[in-house]
């Protein structure tokens, strides 16, 4: 069964930093993954999806790159800023329905 | 294009009770999934449709939680009884039925179980 692990749990960082949230996964037979964010009280929103194919994807100040050989991934997020003070969380999808797999989440707290 | 929608936002009910959730998903998405997130974890899926029929639900408490789908568009995600450890928010995502595509979740029902 596919496991999928966040570190760290929680972060906080001064607004301007660079930093880089990472996520790591035991079956490397994966689809594609995807990074969402998630707000208190709200559902998820999706930052970036990646296929296996590829290995990375950017989005404004976001970057997340995919490394299947060693079970990684990372989203670098550039000069952050108070609003991205949330909750993220990666998912795999393995080669099945998109079933996903999540991890438990890096909570960010960005301070003005 | 519209979300996924969900309701009710909230429902705070006691145990033993009975609790019902409806989620609409993306017009043209075969997919559709439940999802439980407790406090501090990650989601947690109960169970996938596709179109009408149930893909997986090996982690769906089938002694109190039930699920439909009606004509593959809207579903019901439905507790009796509810106990205290079933708050939580109840998720539901759907997508397209091709490998390769993300999800889309709605905004969530924050249960509580009193």
């Known amino acids: 069964k596919q496991e999928v692990t966040q570190i760290p749990a929680a972060l906080s960082v001064p607004e301007g930093e660079n930093l880089v949230l990472n996520c790591s996964f035991t079956d490397s037979a994966i689809y594609n993954l995807q990074w969402f964010r998630q707000d208190p009280g709200k559902g998820l929103t999706s930052l970036l999806l990646i296929q296996s194919s590829q290995r990375e994807q950017t989005s404004g100040r976001l970057n997340a790159s995919l490394d299947k050989s060693s079970g990684r991934s990372t989203l670098y997020i550039a000069a952050s800023q108070p609003g991205d003070s949330a909750t993220y969380l990666c998912a795999v999808g393995p080669y099945n329905f998109n079933k ?10 960005v301070k003005p | 294009e519209a979300g996924v929608a969900q309701s009710p936002r909230y429902k705070i ?8 959730f409806w989620c609409n998903p993306i017009s043209g998405h075969a997919t559709l999934y ?6 501090g974890q990650g989601p947690k899926l109960l169970i996938q449709f596709q179109n009408n029929g149930v893909v997986d639900d090996s982690q769906l408490p089938k002694d109190r939680f039930s ?21 939580a928010v109840y998720l539901c995502a759907s997508s397209l ?3 390769g595509y993300g999800y889309t979740f709605g905004s969530g029902t924050r249960l509580t179980v009193v």
């Not at chain 2, 009910?13 to 019902?20: L, M, T």
């Not at chain 2, 699920?67 to 079933?86: N, Y």
């Open chain 2, 13 to 20: 009910i006691e145990k033993r009770q009975s609790v019902a």
């Open chain 1, 100 to 109: 996903f797999y999540f991890g438990s989440g890096t909570k960010l707290n």
């Open chain 2, 97 to 99: 039925a091709r490998l």
């Open chain 2, 34 to 39: 439940w999802y439980q997130q407790i406090l």
């Open chain 2, 67 to 87: 699920a439909e789908r009606l004509k593959g568009v809207d579903s019901t995600l439905k507790i009796q009884p509810a106990k205290l450890e079933d708050s």
